[in-house]
């Protein structure tokens, strides 16, 4: 039988979604969109268990950077805030810019892009489709930047006994880098700091030289006792002793990030009328945006997603002990529908109608299910699928690949993935091609349950060293 699905549902829900506006993790947007998707799961005939987590939350309310000449006072466009890197008062805080030296007022930091840093780092490829489709041999972009480059500056500004600081985006286009919500994996800093284009940047350079004075501010709301709840349901098969995990994050930034529960509701729709063969368990899952607090550590692995604290407060859902039922598969579901936009000659454009599906799969059992369902579903695709690799698996499927549960995950990466705007990217989102995976990863639910616990078999674990280069 054909998988049916409806695209006026998942538009309306995408129209819906983005009427809340930025859904940073536990921001008025956030809750809104929470008991949207809870009312929309009763709607369709399900109740949702909910989990409420307490946590501290920062949120910008101003960012200004001001340089003060001898002429006069300057503005400089801020391009965005570091997510709770810190804050100033109201008034912000004035002083001399500088380069990285100890106990400087406002350090100014070049921040270019990757040139020459192998992709092999991060990713193992397992194989593509096209089959001559490979990941770009370098680590670019600004996502690549803000969690490597940034993460480092910072921690050195802090260190050094910086007050503040700005970051300079570099070899990136302003279009690109405008509205960037990055990064978002580190603690509360206590040092203020903002990003500006490079455009900007090159003024700010020259200030620098001439130790002009600045006032840099970051005003932002802190919130002690902030909540985020996370939810799951469970959809009924015909064996309750197995299951599947179907997951994904609530809170987000704009239409792709995250429109993943879009895609769930979707899918619970179908399955009203179709019942699978084991139980599935729906996990929308909040504090992906704010993972240091909701993350639990259950590996060695240096970053955990958020799932993993859903799933230590509900072991008896997946580890099969005592009489806890047993999860034999996942599938994590992040950013459907993305077109590929890049910088071409340092202009911001589309450049294909589909981004590179990232897509990690826990197995090669697991990475043959992805192809078949591709192949049966799928018109416009352009996957390759990874083994975890270096403690690396990016999104929310990481956290049941850490326990062993074979995993699908897709975590598309487009550099306009963490951007907050106005129009919520929707003129870079594709809604037949969300239609298409969302039926894919129907079908690649359908061919797990075709398959015993024992050949489904377990997660493989991740790889070391360099990673490999798919033959095609």
Known sequence: MSIQLSKENMLKGMNDMNAFGSRLTGSKGHHEFVEYLKEEVRA??????????????????????????????VDIPVASAFPYSGETCPEGFTGKLSKLRPFK?????????????????????????PADLHLTRFYKGPV??????????????????????????QKMSNEMVQGQYLNF??????????WVNEEAGKELLKARKKKTKA??????????????????????????KENVIINTHTDGVN???????????????????????????????????????????????????????????????????RRHKYTVAALALEHFGCAEWKDVKGVYQKTNDVDI?????????????LYQALEEERSKVRTVSLRPHNFMHFGEGQSTFNVGIPDISLCVAPDYLTVVSEGQE???????????????????????????????????????????RHKG
């Open 44 to 73: 369709i005939g399900y109740e949702p268990v909910s989990d409420v987590k307490t946590f501290e939350r920062w949120e910008e309310k101003e960012t200004k950077l001001v340089l003060h000449t001898k002429k006069g006072d």
């Open 426 to 468: 929707m003129d870079k989102f594709d809604l037949d091609l969300m239609e298409e995976q969302v039926r894919a990863f129907i079908r690649m639910e359908q061919l797990i349950n075709e398959k015993s616990a024992k050949e489904l078999g377990r997660a493989q674990g991740y790889t070391f060293g360099l990673g490999k």
């Open 357 to 369: 599906e990232v897509t990690y799969t826990g197995n090669q059992v697991m990475d043959d299910i």
């Open 215 to 240: 006032t840099l501010t970051l005003d932002a709301e802190i919130e002690k006792k902030a909540t985020a709840e996370s939810f799951y349901v469970v959809v009924p098969g015909k064996n309750h």
């Open 185 to 194: 994996i580190l603690g509360h800093l206590g040092i203020p700091t903002l």
């Open 105 to 129: 007022d406002i350090v100014v930091m070049r921040m270019p892009d990757f040139s020459r840093i192998p992709s092999a780092v991060a990713f193992s490829e397992r194989r593509a489709m």
């Open 144 to 169: 690549a930047v803000a969690f490597v480059k940034a993460t480092i500056g910072i921690f050195l500004a802090k260190f050094t006994g910086a007050k503040s600081a700005v970051f300079i985006w």
């Open 255 to 321: 239409a792709v990030e995250e429109n993943g529960p879009i895609a769930m509701l979707e899918m619970l729709r179908y399955y009203k009328t179709h019942q699978p063969e084991r139980d599935l368990i729906f996990a929308f899952v909040a504090g992906h945006f704010r993972l240091p607090a909701f993350e639990h550590r259950n590996s060695i692995a240096p970053v955990q997603q958020a799932t993993s604290g859903w799933l230590n407060d509900h072991r008896d859902l997946w580890d099969g002990k």
